[in-house]
């Protein structure tokens, strides 16, 4: 069986609205590694439409944003901070329907990392992006943060 992560990896007080396992009106998300992927499964409730019965754009972006983080947390045991999104909205994503969100590692780099996700509905492909996170070592992720980087953090910081 697969080991599942979920927020819980960086403390029980981080504040993530994709993967805090007590965020009030967050995902919610935990992720496991599928070979070069990482895969997280979400049915997005009502709460989180645009229009009616359609899951939000801009928090379809955020689905994948999360996705693209949990790939270098799992697969370069690495944190990095979202530079750059592009994407497409092939087809709407409807609530009360299972997602299912891929992540994967496209283009190493030692400052910056791109990462391609995609979301399916059963066996309609959704939505695909390629996101650039950028890596920051311990004293530039603390200024960017405005203060201490979190301690759960430190391992995973360049």
Known sequence: MTETYDGSLFGEDQPCFGCAVDHP????????????DVVTHFVPSERYQGPPTIMHGGLVATLADEIGAWALVLLLKRFGFTAEMHCKLRQPIRVGQEVEGRGRIVKPG?????????????????????????????????????????????????
Do not use: C
């Open 110 to 158: 030692s400052r910056v990392v791109g990462v391609e996700v995609e979301l399916r509905q059963g066996d309609v492909l959704a939505y695909t992006g390629q996101l650039k996170f950028a890596l920051l070592d311990e004293g530039a992720a603390a200024k960017l943060l405005g203060g201490e980087l979190p301690e759960a953090w430190k391992p995973l910081a360049r």
């Open 25 to 36: 009106i967050g995902f919610r998300l935990s992720f496991q590694r599928d070979g070069d």
